[in-house]
């Protein structure tokens, strides 16, 4: 399991070159939202997330750490596919249930699309924090991806 950005994008090149979709997203603005605030979280941590999203702080949200989050949020869109935009979440669920995705980013109501499949989690799936977001609660907010 990828335990850094760079260890996902790393297994995600593989993936893809492999032929599978590293990233299953759908491309509604409330689900960019939430993979935005997992990837600023694990980039930035806590304080970045507080100076710059509660807080607002320009130097912040001007200065490198941003930088990396939107250069991370970059390489993302590169490991989806090209029907992302404005697909519904469960549409990008059920291509990580067929092992047609591998990883997705999405709120703990996803467990239910993959129990209604007969699939059992820590043996055909696992739902995990996203990288590197272990210490605060971040809306509802959890990764997806196939054994």
Not at 116 to 122: C, E, H, T
Not at 129 to 143: D, K, Q, R
């Amino acid at each position: 399991m990828p335990t850094s950005w760079d260890e996902f994008n790393a297994a995600a090149s593989k993936l893809q070159a492999a032929g599978v979709i590293p990233f299953a997203h759908g491309g509604q603005p409330w689900q960019d939202a939430t993979v935005f605030e997992a990837v600023l979280l694990g980039i930035g941590g806590n304080e970045f997330y507080q100076k710059a999203i509660v807080e607002l702080d320009m130097n912040a949200l001007s200065g490198p750490t941003m930088v990396k989050v939107f250069d991370q949020m970059r390489k993302l869109q590169g490991f989806t596919d090209k029907g992302m935009p404005g697909r519904d979440w469960n549409v990008a669920t059920g291509m990580v249930m067929s092992g047609k995705a591998a990883f997705q980013i999405m709120g703990d109501w996803a467990k239910g699309e993959f129990s209604n499949a007969g699939l059992k989690p820590g043996i055909d799936y696992y739902c995990l924090p996203p990288l590197l977001i272990m210490v605060i609660y971040t809306m509802w907010i959890a990764s997806f991806f196939t054994r």
